[in-house]
């Protein structure tokens, strides 16, 4: 399978990788896919309380490049977003920035799952 | 230095040797005749080199010339095995015994044949990816023809007890077929020794051209009876039909003789890297485990999940080596390989399965280059894997709900 460069760049210089304090009150954490499909993401913001701007993000990625890259980017573009606007990024758009072809669909949406997860386990506690 | 890419997947194909080469070329050129042309010197030149060719391949199994019936490769092979027998014996019986982890080739011929009102038996194989030769006597009932069970798995490297299965095949009375493609010219293969009746050959697979293969056919103790798959011209004894492929049969005898005088020497080697490989990786990374038993496998296999490591994330970070995984992402089906489902391989760790083929033209200096490249990358991708880093917390990975729902 070819890769665009975008997705290369992406799992070769992967963005915001780590890990977040799972229970700091200002931390969500999303936790998407299953090992035995071939794609885990964990996801995780770090939410500022009064302007809910996602002030950090953090992901770490079981699967395949196209999901790496997906998660690498979902992080980036969280970044600085408000949780409202962070839950408008769509699936489609992240498939257009990295080129992903039809079969890798799967990885896009398991990265706006991710991004969900961790908005809900945020305001969960909130 | 090493050249790069550096190729290490001679399960799938292997490079034709030079030597090959140099052999068919007088045959792609001004020696082009037709083998059946029996009127001319372009004719007789031609089948000349066809029959010495089939010596050689004959001579890599053990066996009589007059029993290689010369076909486009292994698939075919299998085909006009399967199929042959199942309708040449339909009086006798309709019902065939295979295994589950046997090459598509047989599986979906099988399951065509099963269409046609044949009754198959598809044996399970131990989590060693073994069959079980007490399942094999039970399978066995007086209307089974045929018995097709592979010698060597080309995932995993698994080498059945053909011996043993050929003599139980000949005591009931039942036809053997094995795909033997891995395995003749990788280790000892002989059809008389192994009480073998039927015997599919790949010339690509031991560094012979594309495109040509062999079925052995048994001539005596039993003689084995085909019906064609492919009708016409009545050539290779009647049982395949079509103008023979000579360049592609005399690259392929010359593969076989290679194979048959280096044996011993290139089975020592291959063995020897594949060790190396192992042991190092074995030696350098935590949670590795290796698909299918270590002692009955082929020379030049190794075939390990890398846990935590999704295996397509782990070939494209080591892109400049050529390997497979058993990965769902690399395949057409999305599906993982059904042989380390077969196997009992969890899901999860066979998304993590690379198969390095160590073959012919491999170098010491290749496989340092392929363990150093592995464990690196394993080791980045580990960083970035959020199993590995719940496995280091100490969370049973078993025991998460994993929401499998998309939203």
């Known amino acids: 399978m070819a890769y665009s460069d975008k997705v290369i760049d992406h799992y070769n210089n992967p963005r915001n990788v780590g890990a977040l304090p799972k229970e700091d009150p200002n931390v969500g954490t999303g936790l998407v896919g299953a090992p035995e499909c071939g794609d885990v993401m964990k996801l995780q913001i770090k939410v500022n309380a009064q302007t809910e701007v996602i002030e950090e993000a953090k992901f770490k990625t079981f699967g395949c490049g196209s999901a790496i890259a997906s998660s690498s980017l979902a992080t980036e573009w969280v970044k600085g977003k408000t949780l409202a606007e962070a839950l408008t990024i769509k699936n489609t758009d992240i498939v257009k920035e990295l080129s992903l072809p039809p079969v890798k669909i799967h990885c896009s949406v398991l990265a706006e799952d991710a991004i969900k997860a961790a908005i809900t386990d945020w305001k969960k506690k909130h | ?407």
């Open chain 2, 1 to 407: 230095m090493v050249n790069l890419p550096i190729y290490m997947d001679n399960h799938a194909t292997t490079p034709v040797d030079p030597r090959v080469l140099d052999a068919m070329m007088p045959f792609l050129t001004n020696k082009f005749g037709n083998a059946a042309s029996r009127n001319h010197k372009f004719g007789w030149d031609a089948e000349q080199a066809v029959e010495e060719a089939r010596k050689e391949i004959a001579a890599l199994i053990g066996a009589d010339a007059r029993e290689i019936v010369i076909t486009s490769g292994a698939t075919e092979s299998d085909n006009l095995a399967v199929k042959g027998v199942a309708w040449m014996y339909r009086e006798k019986g309709d019902h065939i015994i295979t295994a589950v982890t046997e090459h598509k080739a047989i599986l979906d011929t099988c399951k065509h044949l099963e269409k046609e009102g044949f009754r198959i038996t598809f044996l399970p194989v131990n989590d060693k990816g073994l069959v079980d030769l007490d399942d094999l006597k039970r399978a066995i009932t007086d209307k089974t023809t045929l018995i097709s069970i592979m010698t060597a798995n080309n995932e995993v490297g698994v080498i059945q007890d053909i011996k043993e299965i050929g003599r139980i095949a000949r005591e009931r009375g039942v036809l053997f077929h094995t795909d033997a493609v891995q395995a003749a010219g990788k280790i000892p293969f002989n059809v008389n020794e192994m009480n073998v009746d039927l015997a599919s050959l790949s010339a690509h697979k031991i560094y012979g051209p594309k495109g040509v293969g062999a079925l052995y056919v048994r001539r005596r103790n039993p003689r084995v009876l085909l019906t064609p798959i492919i009708d016409g011209g009545g050539h290779e004894r009647g049982m395949r039909s079509g103008t023979l492929n000579v360049p592609g049969i005399v690259g392929f005898g010359k593969a076989a003789q290679l194979s048959r005088e280096g044996l011993a020497k290139e089975t020592a080697e291959t063995f020897r890297l594949r060790e190396k490989l192992r042991n190092t990786l074995e030696g350098e990374l935590d949670e590795v485990y290796i698909n299918g038993d270590l002692q009955k496998r082929l020379p030049g296999n190794l075939n390990m999940s890398f846990a935590y490591v999704e295996g397509e994330s782990l070939l494209m970070g080591i892109n400049d080596i050529a390997v497979s995984s058993g990965s769902a992402c690399t395949s057409a089906s999305l599906e993982p390989s059904y042989v380390l489902k077969a196997l009992g391989v969890g899901e999860d760790l066979a998304h993590t399965s690379i198969r390095f083929g160590i073959g012919r033209f491999n170098t010491e200096e290749e496989v340092d280059y392929v363990s150093n490249r592995v464990i690196e990358t394993v080791r980045r991708l580990r960083e970035l894997s959020p199993l590995y880093e719940m496995a280091k917390e100490g969370i049973d990975l078993k025991s998460v709900h994993w929401a499998t729902e998309s939203s």
